[in-house]
């Protein structure tokens, strides 16, 4: 009966943390976006090195 309510237990606390975490990820993707942008908008001004100049 122990072992019964340690695995409900444990299954239902994998069930809270994985609900808390995808609640990150709305978070996660706009500052994913916003990386993403930012590097893209600083290394566009460079110009490639080309062999022999």
């Known amino acids: 009966m122990k072992q019964l309510i340690v695995m409900i237990a444990t299954i239902l606390l994998g069930i ?11 978070s996660a993707r706009t500052l994913t976006t916003g ?15 080309t ?3």
């Not at 809270?16 to 709305?26: C, P, R």
């Open 51 to 53: 062999p022999g100049n």
């Open 16 to 26: 809270a943390i994985a609900v808390l975490v995808m609640g990150f990820q709305e």
């Open 35 to 49: 990386t993403t942008s930012k590097i893209t908008n600083t290394f566009s001004s460079y110009m490639p090195a």
